[in-house]
């Protein structure tokens, strides 16, 4: 991996971007220390069917569930649902990265 300081870096940005693009990573520098680094995008994953419709689902479920209690959930069930959304997103995410 190659190291690149700041004022080279932004002289030749899109040099940099064009080897991300082929896979390079390069660290840039500012005062001889790493400051930043451009790596390439890892592809997204492909959505998967299974997931797609479990989370139909359970979208189908929070919906009668708020029609049955008259629409209405408390603020600390909403919070719940968002970190558990949040949650489950990350462990998508890591799990396409290889990190588990």
Same mark, same amino acid.
């Given at each position: #991996?190659? %190291?690149?300081?700041?004022? &080279?870096?932004? =002289?030749? @940005?899109?040099?940099?971007?064009?080897?991300?693009?082929?896979?390079?990573?390069?660290?840039?520098?500012?005062?001889?220390?790493?400051?930043?680094?451009?790596?390439?995008? %890892?592809? /997204?994953?492909? %959505?998967?069917?299974?997931?797609? /419709?479990? #989370? @139909?689902?359970? #979208?189908?479920?929070?919906?009668?569930? @708020?029609?049955? =209690?008259?629409?209405? !959930? %408390?603020?600390?069930?909403?919070? /719940?649902?968002?970190?558990? !959304?949040?949650?489950?997103?990350? &462990?998508? +995410? #890591?799990?396409?990265?290889? @990190? +588990?």
């Amino acid at each position: #991996m190659e %190291s690149i300081g700041l004022f &080279e870096a932004k =002289t030749h @940005l899109s040099e940099l971007i064009a080897r991300a693009e082929r896979g390079e990573e390069v660290i840039i520098t500012r005062h001889n220390k790493p400051v930043a680094k451009i790596v390439p995008i %890892s592809p /997204q994953p492909a %959505s998967d069917p299974a997931q797609r /419709q479990a #989370m @139909l689902a359970r #979208m189908a479920a929070l919906r009668a569930d @708020l029609a049955r =209690t008259g629409g209405s !959930m %408390s603020r600390d069930d909403i919070v /719940q649902d968002i970190r558990d !959304m949040r949650d489950e997103q990350t &462990e998508r +995410k #890591m799990r396409a990265a290889g @990190l +588990k």
